[in-house]
């Protein structure tokens, strides 16, 4: 995964460099590095840990001609010096940040050897900064290699490259992963998306897979194999992008609690009060189409499990897939299928592969993402945007509630149900009257702290927020969690409960009422602790919580917001990193 910035022109790149990379960390935080150049020759800081341990460690003066900086998710190679990034090349000709993943990089690595190259860490991207200078000296210039390495090159890579003899120019080249460049004023910018550039310029251009080029201070170039490219500039909504804590302890907190204006926001973007906002060809797609198939991965799969209860309910055939087993079985049936592909990123690798084979299927296909401009927006037949904001926090909650809450609109346009927005004004209220009791979901985190392992069951609509319920839990708090449907408790998960065990029933269903409540007895009589979470309809004493109503259709969310509370407060108790979870990315642009 990794995230990269990069500057040209003559200042002082502190700023850019380390708060560029401090708003890029979703990306990763195993490691951090800026490399600057300036009439003192290269110079690069480098940490094994996050962003604000490489704050501490740079001098306050970053001045140069050109800088570039990385922060690392590791896939090749562990989190050492070596590895993290900006890597030099052997000669130390070059330079280079990267974000993705080079999949043929051992024979590139052989053939590097063969040619006298010798390697200091384990990465890729090593193999990438020598494969550039091994092409330069058997080329007439830098572009040329760059053109070379392209043509070399398998897999997934947005480069920003300094070349130590022109200290004037930042290479770039992309496959795969995102760039982004920015036009400012005496300086040009890139990085792997807007944000770190917003306070520089607000004239950006999106680079397309197998496009390279190089800025300077006052130019930017951008090539396809040998011609050059125009460039389309594009603007981007500050306000959506803004990342600020506003007096919140923790994003994650800060984006639960969002949710509620989200959704309303979501009502008046999509409804005007009299028709719905939908393209006609998107609902005229929609309508025709006799197989709907999900596609996405984490939280957002979660989302399309509700997906495909709206539209079996319309009476299609709808499945949900994990894009990753997709992408490798494409599972496509019906006489016209039609994708949903969820993804708060857009740019998570295995949907975008996903999509490359529906789209060299000439299949419609639906994005419903966060990201203006990311990948899979770019590329999908119909672009829905679900404006929630920058989410931060690793663990996703507010796009979660926003995904559903834009299928359930979706659905009521198709069906010109405008009762539907009134339903969400309802549950506006709902998630209002959870916030108002959080107190109470602290009081039940507090006790599952003396659990070592968490069940979560729950059937139908239920079980959909008890997996997504168990998936926040484990993300953030490390405290063992599964879900499964609660009738499958007995065929197996029950032989591993004893007294270290609690149960999380999500209990909102009139008709399995009584199930649940049976299978949460199984667990008590084998000395597992219960915590059942019910709705008003069903409510008894004993429950742990009783979450407000809200029509059927749409009662996941309050379910999933009362268990990202749940999940928050565990993990705020235990004292752990709650917005950078250890092991994780916010943004999984490798495979
Ligand atoms: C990562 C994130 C999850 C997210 C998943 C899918 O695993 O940590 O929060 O649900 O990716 O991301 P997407 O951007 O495609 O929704």
Redesign the pocket.
């Known amino acids: 995964m990794c995230g990269i910035v990069g500057g040209v022109g003559k200042g002082n790149y502190h700023d850019f460099l380390l708060n560029g990379l401090s708003s890029l960390d979703y990306r990763g935080y195993d490691s951090a590095g800026v490399t600057i150049v300036n009439e003192g020759g290269i110079k690069t800081y480098k940490v094994v840990g996050t962003v604000e341990d490489l704050i501490k460690k740079a001098p306050e003066e970053l001045n140069g001609f050109v800088g570039i900086g990385h922060t690392r998710w590791a896939t090749h190679g562990t989190p050492t010096l070596n590895n993290a990034h900006p890597i030099v090349s052997m000669h130390k000709e070059f330079v280079i940040v990267h974000n993705g993943v080079i999949e043929n990089f051992l024979s590139l690595r052989t053939k590097l050897l063969e040619e006298g190259y010798a390697f200091k860490g384990e990465t890729d991207t090593e193999i990438i900064a020598n494969y550039l200078e091994y092409s330069y000296h058997h080329s007439d210039g830098v572009l040329t290699a760059i053109k070379k390495l392209i043509l070399r090159l398998r897999g997934s890579y947005a480069l920003a490259i300094i070349h130590a003899k022109e200290p004037d120019k930042l290479y770039f080249a992309k496959k795969n992963s995102p760039l982004i460049i920015g036009e400012g004023q005496g300086m040009n910018y890139l990085a792997s998306d807007a944000v770190p550039l917003l306070s520089y310029t607000d004239k950006f251009i999106d680079i397309d897979d197998l496009q390279y080029g190089f800025l300077t201070s006052s130019d930017i170039k951008i090539f396809y194999k040998n011609d050059e490219v125009p460039k389309h500039y594009i603007t981007k909504n500050v306000e959506l992008l803004k990342k600020e804590l506003n007096g919140y302890e923790s994003y994650m907190l800060k984006e639960i609690e969002e949710t509620p204006a989200i959704i309303s926001r979501l009502c008046t973007n999509y409804f005007d009060g009299t028709e719905f906002k939908f393209s006609k060809s998107l609902i005229r797609s929609l309508k025709s189409a006799d197989t709907i198939i999900f596609l996405?991965?984490?939280?957002?799969?979660h989302a399309s499990l509700e997906g495909v209860r709206y539209m079996r309910y319309l009476g299609k055939a709808s499945e949900a897939y994990v894009?990753s087993e997709w992408a490798y079985e494409p599972v496509i049936f019906g006489k016209k299928p039609l994708f949903i592909l969820?993804?708060?990123?857009?740019?998570?690798a295995d949907?975008i592969k996903c999509q490359k084979v529906i789209n060299d299927y000439g299949f419609i296909n639906i994005s419903v993402?966060?990201?203006p401009g990311s990948s899979?927006d770019r590329e999908s037949t119909h672009s829905l945007l679900l404006n929630a904001g920058l989410e931060v926090s690793?663990?996703?909650t507010k796009?979660?509630s926003a995904q559903v809450a834009l299928l359930a609109i979706l659905v009521g346009a198709i069906e010109n149900r405008f009762n539907v927005i009134d339903h969400l004004r309802t549950l506006v209220d709902a998630l209002e009257k959870i916030t108002a009791q959080k107190e109470n979901i602290d009081l039940i985190a507090q006790k599952l702290l003396n659990y070592n392992l968490l069940f979560f069951i729950g059937r139908g609509n239920d079980l959909i927020a008890a997996k997504e319920a168990c998936?926040k839990m484990k993300?953030i708090t490390y405290i063992h969690s599964e879900a499964f449907p609660g009738g499958e408790m007995k065929h197996g998960p029950i032989a591993l409960i004893d007294h270290k065990t609690a149960l999380i029933a999500f209990n909102c269903e009139s008709m399995t009422n009584a199930a649940i409540r049976n299978n949460a007895k199984e667990v008590e009589t084998r000395k597992g602790s219960i915590f059942i979470v019910s709705s008003e309809a069903v409510y008894r004493g004993g429950d742990v919580f009783s979450l407000p109503y809200v029509k059927p259709y749409i009662k996941v969310i309050p379910a999933v917001y009362f268990s990202q509370y749940l999940a928050y407060f565990v993990a705020k108790h235990k004292g752990v990193n709650i917005d950078k979870p250890r092991n994780?990315?916010?943004?999984?642009t490798v495979e």
């Open positions: 996405s991965c984490g939280t957002s799969y894009a969820i993804s708060q990123s857009g740019e998570t949907l993402t966060n990201t899979i690793v663990a996703s796009a979660f998936l993300e994780l990315a916010k943004s999984v």
